[in-house]
């Protein structure tokens, strides 16, 4: 450590509150929250990072002011009278045997600097692009923080943050990573499972390109990116073309079709709330279905139509005078559906879509003008979901998993909130299949709305800007420090993200690489080592076959 790079001493501070670094020969203007610093006290160096700013001579200011010549004065008294203090959580520490998380507080007057991109690699390791790849800039630094994206997939992730904070951009990028690393497990033939991406795509942003509010083109998504590796089920059938038209080579773009009789009573009971059906009303369903089926092709077919029915009919067919009352009132919240041009009376490619994830196929269901739709966005979210959950809990674990699935599901409350995830196809999901290989990654706004026994079940957080004191509460809630992190991601920057888990050796701020760059070195890349897709299908077809 050169004198010239010191930039404070630490005068005091508590475990639990902080590191109190006195500055000396600089400014605090010249620091922000989030800068990571290095400590070096006799016994180790700590890593720290500023959560707070603090210029405390307030007194002295305004005797300064008050003097002849304050400008001169303040030269004068500057670092002696006026003084700037930071205050610092505690990250890790490091000795000769290596790094590991702090645990105590760096002695008085040890001398700090900002982190250098040497010291962040001796704390952080660094990137192989084989297992781990660059998330982005650690500050002050230039070093590119690694992200074990081996580890990532493991367990369920989260992406949270407020609406602008770079979410989709973040997800793009984590998602071409796993494509990168699912490549390499394939070709160096590692013992790892390989990855394959579900990913619900609500305004075609990973199917096609990502766009700013106002629909300005910002980049391509990772499908475009990576066009061999990815089919697109198009929720909005005038997606196909402009799939097909984007890409020209590679991704199979198909319209996703759902056959009514396949509909079953729970994805329509999992849309309760939505739908404001009592818990009576889910039971009268269940206990009607039989009914309902003798008076269309379908069950489902026969409540969208219930109102049509005469009453005698149905008085009939064995059907009680209030139940009557009931299935009309649903049948016309449930009118909506008959309007879907995904729902039909003879196509459904939801096995095909499953076949496709089997195979070790990326599949993107992109809803394009229906991502708003909040009704058809969660039905086909939930549909999807209850098929591959009843693929996998079919098979006994002694049939092992081929591949690991990773769900990317948006606006993530909507399903997993107390109020359903005991019904949710993807609250059991993340519940019963881990050890099948399937894992969320679990993408909001409002993380405080996610089930306490999911938000359990995730391992690493990828954290943006919120004003939410019970957002910043819930994504800070696993961490060591909660209370001292807070501060933290009320002043994330856009694309700046409190990055912490089993996945990224210790916490920090990152901002997160230049996407377009790194998603075009990541193309290069990529076929300069592509994967002979032939001979994976090939080995996977047979893989199906034996199933």
Same mark, same amino acid.
């Given at each position: 450590m050169?004198?010239?790079d010191?930039?404070g ?6 475990y639990s509150g ?8 600089i400014?605090h203007?010249?620091?922000e929250v989030g ?5 070096r006290?006799n016994?180790?160096s ?5 959560n707070?700013?603090? %210029?405390d001579?307030?007194d002295? %200011?305004l005797?300064v002011?008050?003097?002849r010549k304050p400008t001169?004065?303040k ?10 203090k930071l205050?610092c959580i505690?990250?890790a520490s490091s ?8 645990l105590t507080i760096?002695d008085y007057?040890?001398?700090c600097t900002?982190?250098t991109?040497e ?5 952080y390791e660094s990137?192989?692009l084989?297992? +781990?790849?660059p !998330?982005g800039?650690i500050k002050p ?5 690694p992200i074990d994206i081996? =580890?990532?997939v493991?367990?369920?992730?989260g ?5 602008g904070?770079g979410?989709s951009v973040?997800?793009?990028l984590v998602?071409?990573y ?9 070709q160096a ?11 619900f795509d609500?305004h ?12 300005k083109?910002l980049a ?7 066009p061999?590796?990815f089919?697109?089920?198009?929720a909005?059938?005038?997606?196909v073309?402009? =799939?097909e038209?984007e ?12 056959? +009514?009789?396949?509909v079953? =009573?729970?994805?329509i009971? =999992?849309?309760?709330e939505l739908?404001?059906?009592s818990?009576?009303g889910?039971l009268?369903?269940q206990s009607v279905?039989?009914?309902l089926?003798?008076?269309?092709d379908?069950?489902?077919?026969a409540? !969208?139509n219930?109102e049509?029915?005469?009453q005698?009919?149905?008085?009939d067919?064995?059907?009680?005078p ?5 299935l009309r009132a !649903?049948s ?5 559906f008959?309007h879907f041009p995904q729902?039909t009376d ?6 095909e879509l499953l076949?496709?994830l089997k ?6 269901v992109?809803?394009g003008r229906?991502g708003?739709?909040?009704?058809l ?6 549909y #999807?979901?209850?098929?591959l959950?009843?693929e996998?809990?079919? +098979?006994?674990?002694?049939e092992?998993?081929k591949n690991?699935i990773?769900?990317?599901?948006e606006?993530a409350h909507?399903?997993?909130?107390p109020n359903?995830?005991?019904s949710?196809?993807?609250?059991l ?5 881990r ?13 405080s709305q996610i089930d306490?026994n ?13 004003n939410?004191e019970k957002? #910043?509460e819930?994504a ?6 909660p209370q001292l992190?807070?501060p933290l991601?009320a ?7 409190? %990055?912490y888990g089993s996945?990224?050796k210790?916490?920090t701020v990152v ?8 998603m075009e070195?990541l193309?290069?890349a990529?076929?300069k080592?592509k994967p002979?897709?032939?001979?994976v299908?090939k080995?996977?077809?047979? %893989?199906?076959?034996?199933?």
């Open positions: 050169e004198d010239k010191i930039i001493t630490t005068i005091g501070g508590t902080g590191v109190l670094v006195q500055l000396d020969g400014s203007e010249q620091i800068y990571s610093l290095v400590t006290s016994l180790k700590y890593l720290m990072i500023v707070d700013i603090v %210029a001579s307030s002295v %200011a005797a002011n008050a003097s001169f004065t030269d004068m008294v500057s670092g002696s009278l006026l003084t700037s205050n505690p990250i000795t000769e045997n290596g790094a590991e998380d702090a760096p007057l040890s001398k900002l982190l991109p010291e962040a690699q001796l704390f990137c192989d084989k297992n +781990k790849y !998330l800039t630094t230039d070093f590119n923080l081996d =580890v990532l493991q367990n369920s992730f992406i949270f943050g407020k609406s904070t979410k973040l997800g793009n998602a071409a796993i494509v990168m690393y699912s490549n390499y497990v394939k033939q590692k013992e790892n499972l390989p990855s394959t991406l579900l990913i609500m075609s942003e990973y199917g096609l390109k990502l766009k700013t509010p106002s629909q083109v391509s998504g990772v499908a475009q990116t990576f061999d590796e089919r697109v089920y198009c909005d059938p005038t997606l073309d402009d =799939v038209k890409f020209k080579r590679g991704t199979l773009a198909k319209e996703l079709k759902i056959k +009514k009789e396949n079953e =009573v729970e994805d009971v =999992v849309l309760s739908l404001k059906i818990g009576v889910g009268i369903l279905r039989n009914k089926e003798k008076l269309e379908n069950w489902f077919e409540l !969208l219930f049509s029915f005469d005698k009919m149905l008085k067919q064995d059907f009680d209030q139940v009557i009352i009931s !649903l016309r919240r449930l009118s909506a008959k729902l003879n196509e459904d490619t939801c096995q076949n496709d195979a070790n196929r990326n599949v993107i992109s809803f229906y708003d739709l909040e009704l966005y969660m039905f086909i979210v939930n #999807i979901s209850r098929r959950r009843e996998y809990v079919s +098979k006994g674990i002694s092992g998993t690991r990773i769900i990317f599901v606006e909507k399903f997993l909130n359903v995830r005991e949710s196809p993807l609250g999901i993340a519940r019963e299949l050890k099948r290989g399937i894992v969320l990654c679990i993408i909001d706004q409002t993380p306490e999911v938000l359990g079940m995730v391992w690493n957080f990828l954290v943006g800007a919120t939410i957002d #910043i819930v800070t809630g696993t961490l060591k420090l992190f807070r991601v002043s994330l920057r856009r694309q700046e993200f409190l %990055a996945a990224i210790f916490p901002k997160i690489v230049d996407y377009s760059k790194q070195n193309k290069i990529y076929q080592n002979d897709l032939s001979k299908t080995s996977f077809e047979r %893989a199906l076959e034996r199933d």
